[in-house]
């Protein structure tokens, strides 16, 4: 008996360590963490730890840490985690501080394995990556307003249609609008020849694909979704009208941003606009206030004078929100503290936590590759780039696992395995 498990554990192990079913199983593995990012990333971590066990029975370990740890690309994105080990002696709420080292480890791994993966399928095949992320943004585009459809018929209330109440129980409308832009970014530019990513044809397949997406976008309501769909429009609109000499097509560029901005009007994203409008120009106290908008104000200001206090080390990599709670209960910040909001801003958050350092490694982080990619006309990482500078600025992206492990597995996805398959960067 024991003779028999022996054999079947080698066997196993065997092959597993077979070269041509390694590569299979971490293609196809990589797909499926991509298809399941819209619906909350539910099987990322066991995703990561099963990629993570096939790089190490590879072997050759401490030669590809080598290669990592000397590619700057590499280093600019992973550094903002490893500061956090630093600063945990500045820290005095340790259960935190580890939870988030844990929460960001994806910031270390993830690149790590994408710029060292010795996968001949991802050379030839590594686009089916973005394919997967399209078929799974489709996918939740399509359950979640089917589902909205329903509960609109059975209630009568049209916000089952918006923002939150369209994807309650699946995802966070902000992220999920982060998604669906990359896929209307991917889209856009393969079909008006900025940067071809699929095979040539099938325009008008793509071209639907995008108007659904277009409208999805706009159903979730998030302000970051449509900011980001603003300005891939304009930047697809003005290369159009550039480069592309057919008159019905610079009509038809032109008549979009109207079609666009009469759908956004009639969605709930017009009185969302109003009442943030009305947030940022009152005089009324925020402090109990439990609109969204308010909320995040309330909490940028408390931000502010935490940095104001703490500019040059920070509090630490555990300490931001016990130190934000203390400032709202002291300042009487109740609908705040009702809600345990955090600053929505990455740029105040990493501020706080790492004092100048933070920040400086953040923007670091954020704007070396924007540059890179922009001086090599690498339009798709320049705008990846672009969307999480953006997203930086309204939501803590690197302080919730969602957040951090999608700019993770596109940033390495973008700038350490396809500059390996196409000499983007260099």
Known sequence: MLEQKNLLLTAIR?????????????????????????????????????LSALWLLKGNIFSKVKTAFTTPLFLSFTFLFLIQFVWLFNTSDF?????????????????????????????????????ALIAGCLAISIVTITRGIYRYETTGDWEMLFYSKLTQNFYHPGFMSIHISVCIMVLMFDIIGIEKTFSEGRVLQKSILVGWFILFLILLSSKIGLIALGLIVLISICYGLIKVKNNLF?????????????????????????????????????????????????????????????????????DVWPDLRRYYFIESKTACLKEKVIPHNQYLNSFAKHGIIGISVLLFLLFFPLMKSYRQKYWSGFLFMLLIILNCGVEDVFEVQNGVVFTSFFYSYFFLLLPKTKENLS
């Open 14 to 50: 065997q092959m597993l360590l077979s070269k041509e079913l390694n590569l299979k199983i971490t293609y196809y593995l990589l797909l499926a963490f991509a298809f399941s990012f819209p619906f909350g990333n539910i099987y990322g971590t066991f995703i990561i730890i099963l």
């Open 95 to 131: 259960n935190r501080a580890f939870y988030l080292i844990n929460c960001n480890a994806s910031m270390l791994v993830l690149p790590l394995l994408f710029l060292t993966f010795e996968n001949e399928i991802l050379k030839i095949k590594g686009r089916n990556i973005l394919i």
């Open 250 to 318: 610079r009509i038809t560029v032109l008549i979009i941003p109207l079609l666009l901005s009469w759908l956004i009007y009639k969605a709930e994203i017009g009185i969302r606009i109003e009442n943030s409008i009305q947030a940022l120009t009152t005089k009324e106290n925020l402090n109990t206030n439990e609109e969204s908008t308010a909320l995040r104000i309330t909490a940028l200001k408390t931000s502010a004078e935490l940095i104001k206090n703490n500019w040059l080390f920070g509090v630490g990599t555990g």
